[in-house]
């Protein structure tokens, strides 16, 4: 490999997602922390998204992925950068 390389997999590793919550769209359907309740949880009081990390690792991003695209308020956005 030449100096300054990086493979697929290094560069694989330094991908990193981002996850915010918008508690105003919310509608409390738990659909997040049924898909990823290691990211999401929901509040007690009010049953509305809770985000409990705004980076998660590499081994949630699939089910993050699919909290977002699965939920019927569209209160979740990922935001995902490739590594270089």
Do not use: H, N, S, Y
Not at 17 to 42: H, I, P, S, Y
Not at 49 to 63: G, Q
């Amino acid at each position: 490999m030449r100096a300054g390389r990086r493979t697929a997999a290094e560069a694989a590793r330094e991908a990193r997602m981002r996850v915010a919550v918008d508690r105003e769209k919310c509608c409390g359907a738990g659909l997040c922390v049924l898909t990823a309740g290691g990211v999401f949880d929901q509040g007690e009081e009010d049953g509305l998204v809770v985000l409990l990390v705004a980076e998660p690792p590499a081994a949630e991003a699939e089910d993050v992925r699919e909290a977002a695209q699965g939920c019927p308020c569209g209160a979740i956005t990922v935001e995902e950068t490739a590594g270089q």
